[in-house]
């Protein structure tokens, strides 16, 4: 088994600890355990972050686009060759099964990729002149050195879309990653480092999150920021960003309907999202959450959703056999009980599930509510976390859509219909960033990947990934005399 690493911060090329010394305390959540630490970036640090970004951006964006995409295909290649070292690792410092730290580290390497050749085709064009003898043209340009913003709830897949559509478009970047699973994203970014990118052009900071975010977003040399993470925060980074004039990706919250229609394949819809659900323990911001399934099936898909959820295998992530991991930290524990305690409070029903496993570790069984309404604060805020909200629904169209985009977030939906018209209605009638019909079709490399209202803005997937990381600029010249 991997040991765990003390994790430093990455600036200007070389590993470092903080200038005072400083470091803090990582925390296994299957034991509530310390296993290791990390450096705390200072202001020290977080100037030389800022100030290696801007000469690696000189570098990086004048290198010729094919040998920027040569080190990042070389990146990928180093990724997949340590996925069973760095595995383990992810495990032991957020939690999730190994298996699904497999799966996000050669996703991470399938994303590098995939950027690395896209980035080869961000192409400008040329505009037919009104006038002969004039030559019009569009011209994309990396936009400047990016601070980027990363949560833990997957430490690496989070940190490459931002790393990787940085460097494809020639962007340095600044990463503050999360204290929680910091070693992780520092594998990540060693491969980069270790694949030849050049000094400064990847930067790795953790320490305190409102400190380096005014810093850095405040700073003269950062001209983007990016971040994924809650609404609440990400409304506050964006406004100090608009403060600053900078350019802004915003991939925040959500509360994901789940639709199932009375004439839906009910054990498929089931098996399909008990598996979206539950992985990573509920914590994913495009987790199906609240389930509006149509009164003709409610009580049939409820009881076979809950037979499902039984089934889920709480424990250990490192251990054979296991489903579900514990949730990151003590916080998501006492979010998931205040939200619980309340719905059932005011009425609600607890299926299966419920309450905390074991007496250590941040174990929470696979939960299923059932009688909801909408006073209740878990069907207004997102618990992220592992629990299904049942909720029958109107066979009345206009009341069926309304009930599922009643919140103001849009970033992901799910729907289970029984026909293509049905499908094709939800398709233009339903408000989200992403809606997949019949099976779980969210997160690939040349998709989208993004929301709308208080889910944010921007994409950080498909060709679209790209376009905030450009500046467009127009070029027009009348030709010399022959």
Same mark, same amino acid.
């Given at each position: 088994?991997?040991?765990? $690493?003390?994790?430093?911060l990455?600036?200007?090329?070389?590993?470092?600890?903080?200038?005072?010394?400083?470091?803090?305390?990582?925390?296994?959540?299957?034991?509530?355990?310390?296993?290791?630490?990390?450096?705390?970036?200072?202001?020290?640090?977080?100037?030389?972050?800022?100030a290696a970004?801007?000469?690696?951006?000189?570098?990086?964006?004048?290198?010729?686009?094919?040998?920027?995409?040569?080190?990042?295909?070389?990146?990928?290649?180093?990724?997949?060759?340590?996925?069973?070292?760095?595995?383990?690792?992810?495990?032991?410092?957020?939690?999730?099964?190994?298996?699904?730290?497999?799966?996000?580290?050669?996703?991470?390497?399938?994303?590098?990729?995939?950027?690395a050749?896209e980035? !080869?085709?961000?192409?400008?064009?040329?505009?037919?002149?009104?006038?002969?003898?004039?030559?019009?043209?569009?011209?994309? %340009?990396?936009?400047?050195?990016?601070?980027?913003?990363?949560?833990?709830?997957?430490?690496?897949?989070?940190?490459?879309?931002?790393?990787?559509?940085?460097?494809?478009?020639?962007?340095s970047?600044?990463?503050?990653?999360?204290?929680?699973? $910091?070693?992780? $994203?520092?594998?990540?970014?060693?491969?980069?480092?270790?694949?030849?990118?050049?000094?400064?052009?990847?930067?790795?900071?953790?320490g305190?999150?409102?400190?380096?975010?005014?810093?850095?977003?405040?700073?003269?040399a950062?001209?983007?920021?990016?971040?994924?993470?809650?609404?609440?925060?990400?409304?506050?980074?964006?406004?100090?960003?608009g403060?600053?004039?900078?350019?802004?990706?915003?991939?925040?919250?959500?509360?994901?309907?789940?639709?199932?229609?009375?004439?839906a394949?009910?054990?498929r819809?089931?098996?399909?999202?008990?598996?979206a659900?539950?992985?990573?323990?509920?914590?994913? /911001?495009?987790?199906? %959450?609240?389930?509006?399934?149509?009164? $003709?099936?409610?009580?049939?898909?409820?009881e076979?959703f809950?037979?499902?959820? !039984?089934?889920?295998?709480?424990?250990d992530?490192?251990?054979?056999?296991?489903?579900?991991?514990?949730?990151?930290?003590? !916080? !998501?524990?006492?979010?998931?009980?205040?939200?619980?305690?309340?719905?059932?409070?005011?009425?609600?029903?607890?299926?299966?599930?419920?309450?905390?496993?074991?007496?250590a570790?941040?174990?929470?069984?696979? %939960?299923?509510?059932?009688?909801?309404?909408?006073?209740?604060?878990?069907?207004?805020?997102?618990?992220?976390?592992?629990?299904?909200?049942m909720?029958?629904?109107?066979?009345?169209w206009?009341?069926? /859509?309304?009930?599922?985009?009643?919140?103001?977030?849009?970033?992901?939906?799910?729907?289970?219909?029984?026909?293509g018209?049905?499908?094709?209605?939800?398709?233009?009638?339903?408000?989200?960033?992403?809606? %997949?019909?019949?099976?779980?079709?969210?997160?690939?490399?040349?998709v989208?990947?993004g929301?709308?209202?208080?889910?944010?803005?921007?994409?950080?997937?498909?060709?679209?990934?790209l376009?905030?990381?450009?500046?467009?600029?127009?070029?027009?010249?009348?030709?010399?005399?022959?």
């Amino acid at each position: 088994m991997s040991q765990y $690493p003390e994790t430093l911060l990455f600036i200007d090329g070389q590993w470092i600890a903080a200038s005072d010394g400083r470091f803090v305390d990582v925390v296994n959540p299957a034991t509530e355990q310390v296993i290791g630490r990390v450096a705390h970036a200072g202001q020290p640090e977080l100037a030389a972050a800022a100030a290696a970004a801007g000469r690696g951006f000189a570098v990086w964006s004048r290198m010729s686009v094919f040998d920027r995409y040569r080190i990042m295909r070389q990146a990928a290649t180093l990724l997949r060759e340590r996925v069973e070292t760095v595995a383990p690792i992810m495990t032991m410092e957020q939690g999730k099964p190994v298996a699904e730290a497999r799966t996000e580290l050669l996703a991470a390497a399938d994303t590098i990729d995939w950027l690395a050749e896209e980035g !080869r085709r961000a192409y400008g064009r040329l505009i037919p002149a009104r006038a002969v003898g004039v030559t019009q043209a569009v011209i994309r %340009t990396p936009v400047g050195p990016v601070a980027a913003f990363s949560p833990w709830n997957f430490p690496v897949n989070q940190v490459v879309r931002k790393v990787g559509a940085a460097l494809a478009t020639g962007c340095s970047i600044i990463v503050k990653a999360a204290e929680e699973t $910091p070693a992780s $994203p520092a594998a990540l970014v060693r491969a980069f480092a270790d694949a030849g990118v050049p000094a400064g052009v990847i930067g790795l900071v953790y320490g305190t999150p409102s400190e380096i975010s005014e810093t850095l977003i405040a700073h003269p040399a950062i001209r983007k920021v990016t971040f994924t993470g809650s609404t609440a925060v990400g409304k506050m980074l964006a406004a100090l960003a608009g403060s600053h004039m900078k350019r802004a990706t915003m991939e925040l919250g959500g509360h994901g309907p789940a639709i199932v229609c009375a004439d839906a394949d009910l054990d498929r819809a089931a098996t399909t999202l008990v598996a979206a659900k539950f992985r990573n323990a509920g914590q994913v /911001c495009v987790s199906p %959450t609240r389930f509006l399934v149509e009164r $003709p099936v409610f009580g049939r898909f409820v009881e076979r959703f809950a037979e499902l959820a !039984r089934k889920v295998q709480v424990g250990d992530g490192l251990q054979s056999g296991t489903t579900m991991g514990p949730l990151a930290n003590v !916080r !998501r524990v006492d979010a998931m009980e205040a939200l619980i305690g309340d719905a059932t409070a005011r009425g609600a029903e607890i299926v299966t599930g419920g309450q905390r496993v074991g007496n250590a570790g941040y174990f929470f069984a696979p %939960t299923v509510l059932r009688d909801l309404t909408t006073e209740m604060r878990i069907m207004n805020e997102d618990p992220f976390g592992p629990v299904a909200l049942m909720v029958p629904g109107s066979t009345r169209w206009p009341i069926a /859509c309304g009930r599922a985009t009643r919140l103001p977030y849009g970033l992901a939906a799910y729907a289970f219909p029984g026909s293509g018209r049905t499908a094709a209605r939800l398709r233009d009638e339903v408000r989200t960033g992403m809606l %997949t019909v019949n099976h779980l079709g969210l997160g690939l490399p040349e998709v989208p990947f993004g929301g709308i209202g208080d889910s944010g803005y921007g994409s950080e997937g498909g060709t679209e990934a790209l376009d905030a990381y450009l500046d467009t600029r127009f070029f027009s010249m009348r030709d010399y005399p022959a």
